[in-house]
């Protein structure tokens, strides 16, 4: 914890919404990023005391991301099926 000059301790803060445009850059660049991966990345941007407070973000950011790599997954798959039209 850093101090201010009267020697109260000031708390390090947290803003959400940086968290969420670093969460969305690491998919930008990580376009195929293991869920393990995006999670750990996610732990780190949240300071340790704050991490109690803001589990809560991690969870939803997280299954946001899971919804995204089971949307990719459908996509791929759609795409590799046989046209049946063809057939």
């Given at each position: ?49 704050q991490f109690a407070a803001y ?17 990719r997954d459908t996509n791929r798959d759609a795409l590799n099926e ?6």
């Amino acid at each position: 914890m850093r101090s201010c000059a009267e020697g109260y301790p000031v708390a390090q803060t947290f803003d959400s919404n940086a968290f969420k445009k670093a969460a969305k850059d690491w998919i930008r660049e990580n376009p195929d990023g293991a869920l393990q991966d995006f999670t750990d990345f996610c732990e780190e941007q949240i300071p340790s005391t704050q991490f109690a407070a803001y589990g809560w973000l991690l969870e939803q950011t997280v299954s946001w991301y899971r919804h995204i790599l089971a949307r990719r997954d459908t996509n791929r798959d759609a795409l590799n099926e046989p046209d049946e039209a063809i057939a």
